[in-house]
């Protein structure tokens, strides 16, 4: 990047005070946005330190000149058509939920306003302070949370599904890395929507959601619908209290080997409705396991006849009361129930967000 952009940039100038056969050395090699070391964007966003970069964007903290130096958080899309048109696309999805959200009590980010800068869309959004995952390395490595503060975040993603589900969104890459708190750690909010369309979409892909929260039906080729968001919200619930990754497959068959190793077989029914079944499962619906052969190497397949689970949610969370009170011990079975519920292989069986919301766990009896 030549030296007078950054100069420029730092003196919070318009694109239209640069040279414009300057104007590709804005962006690097994939697209993304440089920064000028305390840049102004939009004329009132000091740059004041970048966030991270994903696949569709960079993200930076900047404070806002124009509304008491508050500190927000904008997320700067590739420069490049596809990832315009998803921003476009995320842009929608936040204004329908933030719609059917006037008083901000669902726990879905807010989008504060958006412009565009030099090519890219720009999505401002209100500043928090880290992610779930950072919350877990920071307080619960190994460990987790308190089941006291796994209640409290659980009622909050619920409310946050329910939003979802009322506004016909699905989210598709819910886990803790895309879940903000607070400075106070009391109050979380779901972020990056990038992934997010309406539900009535349903493009059959198998590497929709990450891969550790991808529900069963879109390993398989299922139609989906928003019981995949309660899928990845079991997972990441798991994960907060155990501080362990629940399915750690490294790839979709071993995802479904692990799936059913805790939950059992799934019903023969469901597994010839996905378009992807021959790729896990042989015409009798037995499991066809890709392992690596030990001292190959290679993968081999070994089919396998899957008829109960040979891991169980009990056996797993109870260990975690040892030292627990008595009350906290009742809390406990109440989340493994609400567990297996959100963990069911059927997603049409699944838990819905309301149904949660209801749950001994999160609403205790009177």
């Avoid at 899957?306 to 009742?330: C, E, F, H, N, W």
């Amino acid at each position: 990047m030549s030296a007078k952009p950054v100069a420029k940039a730092a003196a919070g100038e318009t694109a239209a005070d640069y040279n414009p056969t300057l104007v590709d050395n804005w962006d690097d090699s994939e697209g993304y946005y440089r920064f000028g070391h305390g840049e102004l964007l939009d004329g009132r966003y000091l740059v004041t330190s970048v966030l991270g970069k994903g696949v569709f964007s960079s993200v930076v903290k900047a404070r806002d000149s124009k509304n008491g130096d508050e500190e927000v958080a904008i997320k700067i899309l590739r420069s490049n058509e596809a990832m315009y048109k998803a921003g476009k696309k995320e842009l929608d999805i936040l204004k329908r939920l933030m719609d059917n959200d006037p008083l901000n009590k669902k726990h879905i980010i807010r989008l504060l306003r958006h412009f565009e800068h030099r090519g890219h869309l720009c999505l401002v959004f209100e500043s928090l302070s880290m992610n779930l995952r950072e919350v877990l390395k920071k307080f619960g490595k190994d460990i987790g949370l308190n089941i006291n503060a796994v209640r409290i975040y659980a009622q909050q993603l619920f409310l946050a599904l329910s939003l979802l589900k009322k506004s016909n969104v699905l989210h598709a890459d819910i886990k803790p890395d895309n879940i903000l708190v607070n400075d106070s750690k009391n109050i979380l909010k779901l972020c990056d929507l990038g992934s997010a369309s309406d539900t009535s979409e349903n493009e059959i892909t198998p590497y929709l959601v990450s891969r550790f929260y991808r529900a069963p039906e879109i390993i398989l080729g299922m139609p989906y619908d928003p019981a995949l968001d309660m899928w990845s919200i079991g997972c990441t619930l798991y994960e907060l209290f155990t501080g362990k990754i629940l399915f750690s497959g490294r790839s979709n068959n071993q995802m479904l080997k692990h799936m059913m190793d805790l939950k059992g077989p799934f019903p023969k029914k469901m597994i010839r409705k996905g378009e992807f079944n021959q790729n896990h499962f042989d015409e009798d619906c037995n499991f066809l396991s890709v392992e690596v052969e030990k001292v190959t190497q290679k993968d081999v397949i070994r089919t396998i006849q899957i008829s109960k689970p040979t891991k169980d949610l009990k056996a797993r969370l109870m260990p975690y009361t040892s030292q627990m009170a008595p009350a906290d011990v009742v809390q406990v079975n109440h989340f493994i129930n609400l567990l297996d519920r959100c963990l069911n292989l059927n997603p049409e069986q699944r838990i819905t967000p309301q149904e949660a919301l209801h749950h001994p766990f999160i609403k205790p009896p009177k």
